[in-house]
């Protein structure tokens, strides 16, 4: 099983990015998936989660309004859609995946907001 993110980069204040987390290996049922973000000299964060059905949908309040998540099945990825992005989203974001009992996760990919 591999966890595989894209979509970081750099983006004004303001603007919008869309992160993506392909799972190749999986069977695509029974999954949890999680977004977590991390921030040099902060705690790791739990930004957004959702299964494989589109359900179990919750956020951070701090993203709360302008993140969201969503399924491709045929393409076996989520999307976490970034909109109206503040320079306190900045940090590496990770994809986590939980499936009967295994716990995967992506190698992260950076968003950088500038002002």
């Known amino acids: 099983e591999q966890v595989e993110q894209a979509g970081g980069g750099l983006v004004q204040l303001g603007g919008s990015l869309r992160l993506s987390c392909t799972l190749s290996g999986f069977t695509f049922s029974a999954l949890n998936i999680r977004w977590f973000r991390q921030a040099p000299g902060k705690e790791r964060e739990l930004v957004a989660k959702?299964?494989?059905?589109?359900?179990?949908?919750t956020y951070a309040d701090s993203v709360k309004g302008r993140f969201t998540c969503s399924v491709d099945h045929v393409k076996k990825t989520v999307y976490l859609q970034m909109n109206n992005l503040e320079s306190e989203d900045t940090a590496l974001y990770l994809c986590n995946v939980r499936q009967f009992g295994g716990d995967y996760w992506g190698p992260g990919t950076q968003v950088t907001v500038s002002s």
């Open positions: 959702i299964n494989n059905s589109g359900g179990d949908e």
